[in-house]
């Protein structure tokens, strides 16, 4: 593929040059029929970098303490070429904004963040020009479930969410970020009843589109399946059953062990007689954008990197790429990105797919693309030899840290929903017998956890750290032996 340089090529991938072209697509569903749609990067750990939200809630408060750092973050996106930008509603639910000491709904209100979410998403994409990004509002899982709250109890939280992201008029219904089969099959179902149910206030046309709205439904799981044993074809297959227009992972794990897992969904459900490659349901991927090869079943979260030092485990633009293309290859047409995915990511999937788009991102280089073709222009021989995209596709960068190890060695506690450690409370409901919490439960749940940490720690310390420089300086899970310079491709 030869860069595509002067301004004539950058006018025809921009759209602006004259050729032929249908009418732009107005819906998500047209936009998707036509060919991939790229979607935008993480939100929360992206803003918990710049200083906006808190590492420990991941909440989305900052859409009303700080709402010109999220709309800048939108722009971003849409800058980079983001066909839709996800509301940052991320862990909105009424009981995560006040879990375990969370101030965000006593101080704001579900209700509130959620709007101002949505409406600032909406405001940043009007700046996106004629081929606009479409708005998507998600629902994800809740610390009631987690303990053990009866499902109606569960999705009336959803339930409190969804009926505004109608009322808002939202282009896609996202149940997102979801551990369990179970509980995403609930979101799936609130997201259909609110989408239906609702009284519009709009002309009857109006009406009607809104009746149409998709129903995505991401898994932040990996090969092995939910936290309950489902394996990912069951989950795809399921939440196709339960009616989500969009099935797929995000969430917990890289670009391309992400994609091993849509592998097996759509296996899956090519076998039960859907047709993901028509659209029955389309496939998503959006994964994280660090390196995640060593994690276990629960992915990035088990890491001892997570959260405050994975930025070693980064992916390059180049991964990005290379994702966006495999993805496509696979048959997803919504590729987009998770925690860690920031602006030159999907700027780099958008690239990477200019033929089936027939545009560059806003943000693409003047130079042209493909990956390095602008280094032409660098004043040294040395770094204009990196001018072709063999060079970075084909790059394994160093840490520049002589005793940087490759892999990790991933927490496992094999914890799931019902259990002691998962049980979660707001602090000032601890003596609330409602949930049947009383400091003496408090105290045998610290107990319990403080074991645990210490068989953690244990653990850890059989790790032998050599004192020389090494590649590997700790062991590889044993599903890794096996791995080699192509562990990339799926």
Known sequence: MKPFVGQGMREYARGDADKPTAPAPTSLAE?????????DGGYAMELEKRGYVQAGPWTPEAVVEHPDAVAQLHREFVRAGADVLQAFTFYASADKLRNRGNYAERAHGAAPINRAAC???RAAAGTGGALAPLVAA???QTPSYLTGARPEEVKALMRQQACIFVEEGVDLLLAEYFEHLEECCFAVDVLKQSRLERQPTQPTDEAKARSKTLIAASMCIGPEGDMHGNCPGTCAVQLAEQGADLVGVGGHFDPFVSLRTVRLMKEALEAAGYAPDAGRPFLMCQPLGYLTPDAGRQGVIDLPEFPFALEPRQCTRSEAADFARQAHALGVRYIGGGG?????????MGEALVAERGRLPAAADEAGVPLGA???????PWVRCRCTPEHWHRMHPATGRPRSAAHSAPDAWDTTAGHELLVQYCEDDATDTRDGRTQAHDNAHDNAHDKAHEAHDNAHEQVAIPHKPMRHSVRAPAHLDKLGDDDHIV
Request: proline letters at 3%; aromatic letters at 6%; charged letters at 15%.
């Open 138 to 140: 998600s629902v994800s």
């Open 119 to 121: 409406r600032l998403a």
């Open 374 to 380: 602008q280094l032409q222009m660098h004043t040294k």
């Open 340 to 348: 860690g995915f920031q602006a030159y990511h999907v700027r780099a």
């Open 31 to 39: 936009r998707l029929r036509q060919g991939p749609v790229v979607g």
